[in-house]
């Protein structure tokens, strides 16, 4: 009963949708999301960089590793993840809790606890120079002025004793020296650009005076405040209303294109990302599963975890169906299963998902890949 | 807030009335015979007895005493001790005394309680942070009883560090020794408190945003960690002040400091009536204010409390 | 909750199965607060050297024979200050009294001047705690106000006001005084954290279910506030049984409390502190033995409220 599949009589019909998202998306003729848009080979211009390579990203992870020391052993968090992100483009990071993705966004940051987080390997190449071998204070000088972050819980992610504007200017204040009075400006300034009424008025009032949303664009403001080069949002509405989760999405979508910014978005909501992320990148069990640019993976996801999350997702043209959800609990880091970590919940698994773990592999066209066993052909197929 | 304070002082009235009654009762009440008490060994004649029944309304009610006493008392007259001096005096001799004594403790308490209790929780499981809570346990445990004639003996007598006592007129050098035996306990409680504190809010989300922001390891510590984490350090300087008061009674005794906590226990041990309600009058508005004032500062330092 | 803390508190915090055989499947197994918290306890060292502590206290003051065979009272000067001999292994004091069997036989003082203060205090801070907390009203501001006088007056110095009123027409005070100065003014913190206690649990959902059941307030206080109230309650009666301890020598060492020919670590105390020039040997063992014991019972009760507060862990 358990091998049999629970998703079988609502995925056939996914991968054709009753109306395409984006005119044309299907038209492999056109210059449209399966090739480099302009966006993709654009140099990183505004990235103050060593030495400027053309072809180079922005900032570019490769093979991140990391590892959490606890009492029942080492944890697996992070097992080799890459990927990649360009000024003016947003890349989603979809994973459950606890498959890794906030722990890879940390990584990035340089803001993990060590111990009992450990990098193992990897890189993260922001403009060509990798951040996890340069100085301790070349790193903190990328912190937050070149890449910042965006956190999950506003409330507790701001100190509850400072008031928002003076959290805001800190920053500036502290690194950039400048006065008081300025960085009081500054604060209104970044304050009305998240769209905060009555910015000069609320400047000096704590972050328990704030509604959740207001909050988070608290949050962002002062992410923004170094104008970075690349923004982390970990999780940014998940703590939100669902209409004003919206606004927050619509915020951030609007600012990374004014400001030109590369913006990397993690969620376990795939409802979320659908409007505002040029590409997706899934996460299991702390590796990449699947990525691909948006109107692909919605249309076509490659990776059965990839499936069973977008059967997971309440949709309008589906009305009528039963939700689903993947059966089973994502796998404990210490214990991550042999083979593919996906399989003991995998209605598709054969004795080799048992046994090898997948790698990711490209699937056609440029910048798509899976990491399964089977071409997603053989997956569509077993289902029909 | 207004309402609030109003309302603590309104409280406060209601202790200080209940604090001085009890003593006062304690000290006077069943007296067998106070103008005897009064008069020591000395015979008392009729006419004298009649004159000190009228002066201290000894015929009155009880409580009726208590209020004469209590208008002498806001009038700023103390009264006299049994031997005739006033308490006025006694008080300006002996608090200032104390006072230093206190604020001395309460110095080194804050210094090396913080001080040390910081970097025990920043280095948690350090050797720094398992020596440090080990000396604090000890010295929680340790009644002063013991530290006192202890630590004179080794850094007075044997090592001769500090002076052995203080005398008539003790020199701030003569009160570190006493200050810091006095202070001892509250180092202790207040290092181990610092530690949880700090230890907590390390882990704090706002400090993780405060370290994404690229601020200075210094800095997110010095600002955002310590700030968060005196707070509650705070309210403990208002629980302190009894200990220390309770303490300069012993401290003051084997130091041989003529402040507050001597003349208390003489007072107490010579039964005389009028010195120790004077005192312990004066010692529960400090305690009363003190901890008015910690409340209200818990206010200022967290905006999250609102008072109303 | 960040996948951070959801990697570091709840899939790998995971305390250790008390089962062996468990595999990770079971982690999640749920266990009752008390269970947990005994799981914890017998895992704490500082929890088995305060025992021991508290035990081998407890049984010098049951049968301090056991210890020494010494008669703590055949003192004599001619042994002034003599060095250890047979079984007097701390020596002799400035009257010759054997200091290691004074020692052992002042136990009993400390142990039951402890025991029935925090008894009193206890009774009588839950009674208060509970009343204030559950009633509310004009009764909990009458009781707090009692609260805030008891504990406007530093305890020590209350304490000597009123052993010495109490104790006026005698040759000092017995235990018994001792015991009535302590539970009058030493039951404050205990009441406040019942009062605190209860007043949380009151609201919780299951008490008002009880009430709408038609529980009476001595059954819901009795049946489901004070099972849920006790951790804490517990914890501050055995830090307040070092201070009771501590406060009894203080007393006896300022010859307020109890007086020779009483054997209590606070008198001999006082009595070598005054003689510390010749000789100070015979502080030694008093002032070590009512350390430990004060110090015994701060640490049990700092290890049972680790073990009862998750917040900490």
Same mark, same amino acid.
């Given at each position: 009963?358990?091998y049999s599949n629970p998703y079988q009589q609502q995925w056939p019909n996914q991968p054709a949708p009753a109306?395409p998202v984006?005119?044309?998306w299907d038209d492999p003729n056109?210059?449209g999301w399966d090739t480099?848009?302009?966006?993709?080979?654009?140099?990183?211009?505004?990235?103050?960089?060593?030495?400027?390579?053309?072809?180079?990203?922005?900032?570019?992870?490769?093979?991140?590793?990391?590892?959490?020391?606890?009492?029942?052993?080492?944890?697996?968090?992070?097992?080799?993840?890459?990927?990649?992100?360009?000024?003016?483009?947003?890349?989603?990071?979809?994973?459950?809790?606890?498959?890794?993705?906030?722990?890879?966004?940390?990584?990035?940051?340089?803001?993990?606890?060590?111990?009992?987080?450990?990098?193992?390997?990897?890189?993260?190449?922001?403009?060509?120079?990798?951040?996890?071998?340069?100085?301790?204070?070349?790193?903190?000088?990328?912190?937050?002025?070149?890449?910042?972050?965006?956190?999950?819980?506003?409330?507790?992610?701001?100190?509850?004793?400072?008031?928002?504007?003076?959290?805001?200017?800190?920053?500036?204040?502290?690194?950039?020296?400048?006065?008081?009075?300025?960085?009081?400006?500054?604060?209104?300034?970044?304050?009305?650009?998240?769209?905060?009424?009555?910015?000069?008025?609320?400047?000096?009032?704590?972050?328990?005076?704030?509604?959740?949303?207001?909050?988070?664009?608290?949050?962002?403001?002062?992410?923004?405040?170094?104008?970075?080069?690349?923004?982390?949002?970990?999780?940014?509405?998940?703590?939100?209303?669902?209409?004003?989760?919206?606004?927050?999405?619509?915020?951030?979508?609007?600012?990374?294109?004014?400001?030109?910014?590369?913006?990397?978005?993690?969620?376990?909501?795939l409802?979320?990302?659908?409007?505002?992320?040029?590409r997706i990148t899934v996460?299991y069990?702390?590796r990449v599963v699947e990525h691909a640019d948006v109107h692909t993976l919605y249309a076509q996801p490659a990776h059965p975890y990839t499936r069973g999350l977008l059967a997971?997702?309440?949709?309008?043209?589906h009305?009528?169906?039963?939700?689903h959800?993947i059966?089973?609990?994502?796998?404990?880091?210490?214990?991550?299963?042999?083979g593919c970590?996906f399989h003991?919940r995998c209605p598709w698994a054969q004795q080799v998902c048992r046994m090898t773990a997948p790698t990711l592999v490209r699937i056609g066209r440029l910048d798509r890949a899976s990491a399964c066993h089977f071409p997603p052909e053989a997956l569509d197929a077993r289902l029909a | 807030?207004?309402?609030?304070?109003?309302?603590?002082?309104?409280?406060?009235?209601?202790?200080?009335?209940?604090?001085?009654?009890?003593?006062?009762?304690?000290?006077?009440?069943?007296?067998?015979?106070?103008?005897?008490?009064?008069?020591?060994?000395?015979?008392?004649?009729?006419?004298?007895?009649?004159?000190?029944?009228?002066?201290?309304?000894?015929?009155?009610?009880?409580?009726?005493?208590?209020?004469?006493?209590?208008?002498?008392?806001?009038?700023?007259?103390?009264?006299?001790?049994?031997?005739?001096?006033?308490?006025?005096?006694?008080?300006?001799?002996?608090?200032?005394?104390?006072?230093?004594?206190?604020?001395?403790?309460?110095?080194?308490?804050?210094?090396?309680?913080?001080?040390?209790?910081?970097?025990?929780?920043?280095?948690?499981?350090?050797?720094?942070?398992?020596?440090?809570?080990?000396?604090? $346990? %000890? +010295? &929680?445990? #340790?009644?002063?009883?013991? /530290?006192?004639?202890?630590?004179?003996? !080794?850094?007075?007598?044997?090592?001769?560090?500090?002076?052995?006592?203080?005398?008539?007129?003790?020199?701030?050098?003569?009160?570190?020794?006493?200050?810091?035996?006095?202070?001892?306990?509250?180092?202790?409680?207040?290092?181990?408190?610092?530690?949880?504190?700090?230890?907590?809010?390390?882990?704090?989300?706002?400090?993780?945003?405060?370290?994404?922001?690229?601020?200075?390891?210094?800095?997110?510590?010095?600002?955002?960690?310590?700030?968060?984490?005196?707070?509650?350090?705070?309210?403990?300087?208002?629980?302190?002040?009894?200990?220390?008061?309770?303490?300069?009674?012993?401290?003051?005794?084997?130091?041989?400091?003529?402040?507050?906590?001597?003349?208390?226990?003489?007072?107490?041990?010579?039964?005389?009536?009028?010195?120790?309600?004077?005192?312990?009058?004066? $010692? %529960? +508005? &400090?305690? #009363?204010?003190?901890?008015? /004032?910690?409340?209200?500062?818990?206010? !200022?330092?967290?905006?999250?409390?609102?008072?109303? | 909750?960040?996948?951070?803390?959801?990697?570091?508190?709840?899939?790998?915090?995971?305390?250790?199965?008390?089962?062996?055989?468990?595999?990770?499947?079971?982690?999640?197994?749920?266990?009752?607060?008390?269970?947990?918290?005994?799981?914890?306890?017998?895992?704490?060292?500082?929890?088995?050297?305060?025992?021991?502590?508290?035990?081998?206290?407890?049984?010098?003051?049951?049968?301090?024979?056991?210890?020494?065979?010494?008669?703590?009272?055949?003192?004599?000067?001619?042994?002034?200050?003599?060095?250890?001999?047979?079984?007097?292994?701390?020596?002799?004091?400035?009257?010759?009294?054997?200091?290691?069997?004074?020692?052992?036989?002042?136990?009993?003082?400390?142990?039951?001047?402890?025991?029935?203060?925090?008894?009193?205090?206890?009774?009588?801070?839950?009674?208060?705690?509970?009343?204030?907390?559950?009633?509310?009203?004009?009764?909990?501001?009458?009781?707090?106000?009692?609260?805030?006088?008891?504990?406007?007056?530093?305890?020590?110095?209350?304490?000597?006001?009123?052993?010495?009123?109490?104790?006026?027409?005698?040759?000092?005070?017995?235990?018994?005084?001792?015991?009535?100065?302590?539970?009058?003014?030493?039951?404050?913190?205990?009441?406040?954290?019942?009062?605190?206690?209860?007043?949380?649990?009151?609201?919780?959902?299951?008490?008002?279910?009880?009430?709408?059941?038609?529980?009476?307030?001595?059954?819901?206080?009795?049946?489901?506030?004070?099972?849920?109230?006790?951790?804490?309650?517990?914890?501050?009666?055995?830090?307040?049984?070092?201070?009771?301890?501590?406060?009894?020598?203080?007393?006896?060492?300022?010859?307020?409390?109890?007086?020779?020919?009483?054997?209590?670590?606070?008198?001999?105390?006082?009595?070598?502190?005054?003689?510390?020039?010749?000789?100070?040997?015979?502080?030694?063992?008093?002032?070590?033995?009512?350390?430990?014991?004060?110090?015994?019972?701060?640490?049990?009760?700092?290890?049972?409220?680790?073990?009862?507060?998750?917040?900490?862990?």
């Open positions: 009963m358990t109306a984006v005119a044309g056109r210059g480099p848009t302009a966006a993709w080979s654009t140099p990183p211009s505004r990235a103050r960089v060593n030495q400027p390579r053309s072809g180079e990203h922005l900032l570019d992870v490769r093979d991140l590793r990391v590892e959490f020391g606890t009492r029942d052993g080492v944890a697996h968090v992070v097992n080799g993840v890459s990927f990649h992100v360009d000024p003016g483009e947003t890349l989603a990071i979809l994973g459950e809790s606890g498959s890794g993705k906030s722990v890879t966004a940390q990584a990035v940051m340089g803001i993990l606890d060590t111990p009992p987080a450990v990098v193992r390997s990897g890189q993260v190449l922001f403009g060509g120079e990798d951040l996890l071998t340069v100085s301790a204070d070349r790193r903190r000088q990328v912190r937050g002025q070149e890449i910042a972050m965006v956190f999950q819980d506003a409330l507790s992610a701001l100190n509850p004793v400072f008031p928002v504007g003076w959290q805001i200017s800190e920053a500036l204040r502290s690194r950039r020296g400048i006065n008081k009075a300025d960085a009081r400006r500054r604060a209104i300034e970044l304050m009305d650009m998240v769209q905060i009424p009555a910015a000069a008025e609320r400047v000096d009032d704590y972050p328990h005076q704030f509604s959740g949303g207001m909050r988070q664009r608290v949050m962002i403001a002062m992410a923004l405040a170094m104008r970075p080069k690349v923004l982390i949002a970990d999780e940014p509405t998940t703590a939100l209303d669902v209409t004003v989760q919206a606004q927050i999405m619509d915020l951030l979508a609007t600012l990374r294109a004014e400001l030109e910014m590369a913006l990397i978005l993690i969620t376990h909501d409802g979320v990302v659908a409007d505002v992320a040029d996460m069990a702390g997971s997702v309440p949709r309008l043209d009305r009528g169906h039963g939700l959800s059966s089973g609990t994502p796998p404990n880091p210490a214990a991550i299963p042999d970590a003991p | 807030m207004a309402r609030y304070i109003i309302r603590r002082l309104l409280q406060m009235v209601v202790t200080f009335i209940g604090a001085t009654f009890v003593v006062y009762a304690l000290m006077f009440a069943n007296q067998n015979d106070p103008i005897q008490a009064l008069a020591g060994d000395r015979p008392v004649s009729d006419n004298v007895r009649q004159v000190l029944t009228e002066q201290y309304h000894l015929n009155d009610p009880f409580v009726v005493q208590y209020g004469y006493y209590m208008r002498g008392l806001l009038t700023g007259d103390f009264g006299k001790t049994l031997t005739g001096r006033p308490i006025g005096d006694v008080m300006s001799d002996a608090w200032p005394n104390t006072i230093k004594l206190a604020l001395l403790a309460l110095f080194f308490a804050t210094l090396f309680g913080i001080g040390a209790g910081l970097v025990a929780g920043l280095r948690r499981g350090s050797a720094f942070d398992n020596t440090t809570l080990a000396l604090t $346990l %000890v +010295v &929680v445990g #340790l009644p002063i009883i013991v /530290l006192a004639p202890i630590a004179q003996l !080794v850094f007075g007598v044997k090592l001769g560090w500090f002076p052995t006592t203080a005398g008539a007129r003790p020199s701030l050098y003569g009160l570190i020794l006493p200050a810091l035996v006095l202070g001892a306990a509250s180092t202790a409680t207040m290092l181990r408190l610092t530690r949880a504190s700090v230890a907590e809010n390390v882990r704090a989300d706002y400090v993780r945003t405060a370290r994404a922001k690229g601020l200075s390891a210094r800095r997110v510590v010095a600002v955002h960690v310590l700030r968060n984490s005196m707070i509650p350090v705070i309210t403990l300087i208002g629980v302190d002040l009894g200990t220390l008061m309770a303490g300069a009674i012993i401290t003051e005794g084997v130091f041989n400091i003529p402040g507050v906590g001597s003349k208390l226990l003489l007072g107490i041990q010579t039964e005389d009536g009028p010195l120790v309600v004077g005192f312990v009058s004066v $010692l %529960v +508005v &400090v305690f #009363l204010v003190t901890n008015l /004032l910690v409340d209200l500062l818990y206010a !200022v330092l967290d905006p999250r409390i609102r008072y109303e | 909750m960040s996948d951070l803390e959801m990697a570091a508190t709840s899939e790998l915090g995971v305390r250790p199965s008390a089962d062996p055989s468990a595999g990770p499947a079971s982690t999640a197994r749920t266990r009752s607060l008390t269970a947990d918290a005994w799981y914890d306890l017998r895992r704490n060292w500082i929890f088995w050297v305060a025992s021991a502590l508290v035990v081998l206290v407890v049984l010098m003051a049951v049968a301090p024979g056991l210890f020494s065979s010494a008669d703590p009272t055949a003192c004599t000067t001619r042994r002034q200050f003599a060095g250890p001999s047979g079984g007097a292994i701390f020596g002799y004091d400035f009257q010759g009294c054997d200091v290691f069997s004074r020692t052992v036989h002042g136990a009993r003082a400390s142990v039951l001047v402890g025991v029935f203060a925090v008894l009193m205090t206890g009774v009588i801070g839950l009674v208060f705690g509970m009343l204030a907390g559950y009633f509310g009203g004009w009764l909990d501001a009458v009781l707090s106000r009692v609260v805030d006088v008891v504990l406007g007056i530093p305890l020590l110095l209350a304490a000597i006001v009123l052993s010495k009123r109490l104790s006026a027409d005698q040759q000092g005070s017995g235990i018994a005084t001792v015991v009535i100065v302590l539970g009058i003014l030493g039951w404050t913190t205990a009441a406040r954290v019942m009062r605190s206690s209860v007043i949380a649990a009151r609201s919780q959902d299951y008490v008002a279910a009880a009430r709408m059941l038609g529980a009476g307030p001595l059954r819901i206080m009795w049946r489901h506030i004070l099972p849920n109230a006790l951790a804490p309650f517990i914890v501050v009666l055995t830090i307040a049984l070092g201070t009771f301890i501590a406060t009894e020598a203080t007393l006896s060492f300022l010859n307020i409390g109890l007086r020779p020919p009483a054997i209590s670590w606070g008198i001999d105390i006082a009595t070598a502190g005054k003689h510390v020039r010749e000789s100070a040997t015979p502080l030694v063992a008093p002032s070590v033995f009512l350390t430990l014991t004060v110090l015994a019972f701060i640490m049990l009760g700092d290890a049972i409220r680790d073990a009862f507060d998750p917040k900490l862990r």
